[in-house]
């Protein structure tokens, strides 16, 4: 029993190997649960799952199932955290742009370039597709605005044409709100040129009326 129980779950929803961790971390937890329950006798009351499962979760985790009531509501929230759809333009991204850490060794960075290559879904391609694929991949990766190339990323597995269209209306979209930006800022320089020039007149004038009197 003891060789069999989990560690808790402490890895980051939004960490590169958090899908695989969890996974492992799951059917651990489920083979723990079995042996639990065949090891207990009849007499004694139902394993408490719930329990256990909360008691494998670091706080951090924790927070996703707070407040959830059963085992079975608890793994499926966990689930949908950890286990989402594959985007695997951005799988192919963390791929292509990992770098070998300064304590890593070349057998660890290795590895490292192995477990992501496993989100990417490479399948046998024609010549053209594998062309198109690469294209859009140094289009993407090479984009001068960071803000557009992460839009990219999240876009569910786009091909070439439809990068390139996103690409479009997002730099669209963002000149026309620099366009805004400017004519505000334009506005309010002409409306502080405005105001200091009013007050300038109305000096002037205050200081011709003041000599027209000492005149009379």
Not at 28 to 47: D, G, Q, R, V, Y
Not at 67 to 79: F, H, P, R
Not at 107 to 132: D, G, H, I, M
Request: hydrophobic share 35%.
């Amino acid at each position: 029993m003891e060789r069999l129980r989990p560690t808790k779950l402490d890895v980051d929803s939004n960490a590169p190997d958090a899908r695989q961790t969890f996974k492992h971390w799951l059917h651990t937890l489920e083979h723990f649960l079995i042996a639990a329950e065949n090891a207990k006798s009849e007499k004694e009351p139902p394993l408490d799952k719930y329990g256990l499962l909360i008691n494998y979760l670091a706080p951090i985790v924790y927070t996703y199932v707070e407040g959830v009531s059963s085992y079975e509501e608890g793994i499926g929230i966990l689930k949908r955290a950890y286990v989402r759809p594959k985007n695997v333009i951005f799988a192919w991204h963390l791929l292509s742009t990992r770098h070998q850490q300064s304590n890593e060794t070349l057998s660890e960075f290795l590895q490292a370039l192995r477990s992501l290559s496993k989100e990417c879904e490479f399948a046998a391609v024609s010549a053209q597709e594998y062309t198109e694929e690469m294209i859009r991949d140094a289009f993407i990766n090479c984009l001068a605005s960071p803000s557009i190339r992460q839009d990219l990323l999240e876009q569910e597995d786009p091909n070439l044409q439809k990068a390139y269209d996103v690409t479009i209306s997002l730099s669209s979209a963002q000149e026309q709100a620099n366009k805004y930006v400017n004519f505000e800022q334009t506005s309010v320089v002409v409306k502080n040129v405005e105001e200091i020039l009013s007050e300038k007149l109305r000096n002037q004038m205050l200081k011709s009326q003041q000599q027209l009197r000492r005149w009379l």
